[in-house]
Structure formats: C-alpha cells, structure tokens
C-alpha cells in the first residue's frame, strides 16, 4: 500500500495510507518549558482508524503520544515537569530542557514514508546539551497492521561527560523510566501488558525482554488494538528493562538506563533503534508475538 504526507511546513508531518491517517509527528511543538519541549508523535491511529495514544492527560501532561523522553541528562530534564530528587521527592527545577527541530533532512512517501531531521538539546538557560540525528519510517504490514521505525543518534555537546538515568538511578524503586515512551489511552487502563514469556499487567516492569506489547480496549466501540514495541538488538544494554504501566494507566517504554547509569563523554555518541507495531484487534499471546516479529524485521529491513 502507498502511503502519503502531508507537511505542514514549520510543524508537523502527518503520514496516510489511503484514507486512513496513521499518525502525526509534531516536530515543531509549542510546548510550555515546563513540560521540557520536544517532537512527538500523537494522534496515532490503526488502519482501521482506532486511537492508540493519548496527549496532554491531567495527571502528567508531558506525556505525549510517542516521544523520545530522557528524565536525567546530566542535570537536565528532558522529560518534563518535577525532577527527582532523592528525600525530597519530586522537585520543580530550573531544568527543563528542549530538543529543537534545526533542519529536515529527508521527507519521501511511498512504499513507505521516510523522515529524517536534525535537533538540537539545550539546558532551560539556553546552553547546548545534544545535538541529534533522527529518522521516521513507516510502511504497512498488510490490511490490519502498519510499523514504524524509530532511530536516533545523539551526540555529548556539553563540554563534559553526560550521565544519563532515571528516578531508580537516582533513588526510587521500580520507576526507571526514560527512553522511546508511549502512552496509551484512557480506556486502555487494565489492559494486558505482554513479555515474550508472559503476559500480566504491572508485576513485568522491571523485566529484561527484546520486547513489550499491550493490549487494550476502546471506549465507544468496544473494539480492541495491540501495539508492540521491539528493542534492536544492537541498542546498548539489549534487552532493556522495561517500564510498563497498565493499572494507572497505559504506556511502554524500552528503558536502557532504568536501574544503571550510561556515561557518555564529550564528543561520544549514542545510538538507538526501535520498531513500533500497531495492529487492529486483540491480537492474544501468540499473535502479539507474531507482530513482535514483524518489528524485528522492519528493523532488518532498514
């Protein structure tokens, strides 16, 4: 199936297959600073039209949809809102950095869509962090399923060494968020986490796995989708933990500083592939499975 773009120049890139709009990659956003601006991907659709993220919730409205999320850089926060601060909980600082879109590189439709840009990571003051290269594909699976490949490269600017962590680096259990991070729907809550051993709902995060998939329900029509998230398996410290949330609400997200921190010299880069498969219908064990492996070889294929 081919699949179209539309660019709303200074803004976004909205991608289609036919009449169905798939998503919406915002890479000009007008974020607050406190919610740490940044490009992300919202609304995101099935092929059957079903909405599978959700932008802005009132109980942390800095998530949105699909988006490269960090929430400690050094002393930056490049997640959005409070930082974690050891004994003293959540903290609202002066540390809520931006990424920037600087130029787009690359924008193609086809077989699939192809988008590529260049981003600059700056503190609150202004000061420069990162400077990043990232890439979009998406094509379709066949008449129920699409995928999208996300790849970044992001390289230290800041003059010293970057250690990249999460609130468990930095002190609280069990919370090593930080990453590719997706947000499910409202209705999706207590829907059904899956490991490619199990599946369950809060008990996984925390496992190693090359993959997650969540299976959720939509409010209106009852009807269900899954998404699955696939880690590349030259991402460092494959397999990743996860952090995985389905009794509060929904989300996913491949964690590689979850309980560790990385180090990353002035001047070093970091690298990052991931592929997001999103399918109409309650796929169940065996068949979240099979959408497990149609990201791995997206991957492959790029």
């Not at 930082?83 to 590189?105: D, K, P």
């Not at 998406?138 to 699409?146: E, F, H, L, M, N």
């Not at 968020?177 to 996984?204: C, H, I, M, N």
């Not at 997001?276 to 149609?294: K, S």
């Amino acid at each position: 199936m081919t699949l179209q773009v539309n660019h709303e120049l200074g803004r976004s890139v909205t991608v289609s297959a036919g009449d169905a709009e798939l998503f919406t990659y915002v890479y000009r956003p007008d974020t607050p600073v406190r919610e740490s601006p940044k490009p992300y991907i919202h609304p995101i659709r099935t092929l059957g039209g079903a909405l599978v993220s959700l932008f802005r919730p009132h109980d942390h409205v800095w998530h949105k949809g699909i988006a490269w999320s960090l929430p400690h850089v050094g002393e930056h926060n490049f997640w959005g809102g409070p930082t974690y601060v050891h004994g003293r909980s959540y903290v609202q600082l002066g540390n809520n950095g931006s990424a920037t879109h600087r130029e787009m590189t690359g924008l193609s439709a086809g077989a699939a869509a192809e988008l590529a840009h260049t981003l600059d990571w700056t503190s609150q003051a202004g000061d420069p962090v990162i400077e990043e290269r990232r890439s979009l594909g998406a094509a379709v699976v066949d008449g129920t399923t699409w995928s999208l490949v996300f790849d970044t490269a992001m390289t230290n600017v800041s003059g010293g060494t970057l250690a990249f962590g999460s609130p468990t680096t930095k002190g609280r259990e069990n919370a090593g968020y930080g990453g590719l991070f997706w947000r499910g729907p409202r209705s999706f809550t207590g829907g059904v986490v899956q490991s490619p051993d199990k599946a369950g709902g809060d008990e996984l995060r925390g496992t190693r796995a090359e993959w997650f998939g969540f299976r959720g329900r939509h409010d209106e029509t009852g009807g269900h989708s899954t998404i699955v998230v696939v880690d590349d398996t030259a991402n460092p410290r494959h397999p990743p933990q996860w952090f995985a949330r389905s009794e509060d609400f929904a989300c996913l997200c491949p964690a590689p500083f979850f309980g560790e921190e990385l180090d990353l010299p002035d001047g070093g880069t970091l690298r990052f592939r991931y592929a997001v498969v999103i399918g109409d219908g309650d796929r169940g064990e065996e068949g979240t499975a099979l959408l497990a492996g149609r990201g791995r070889a997206a991957l492959a294929a790029r």
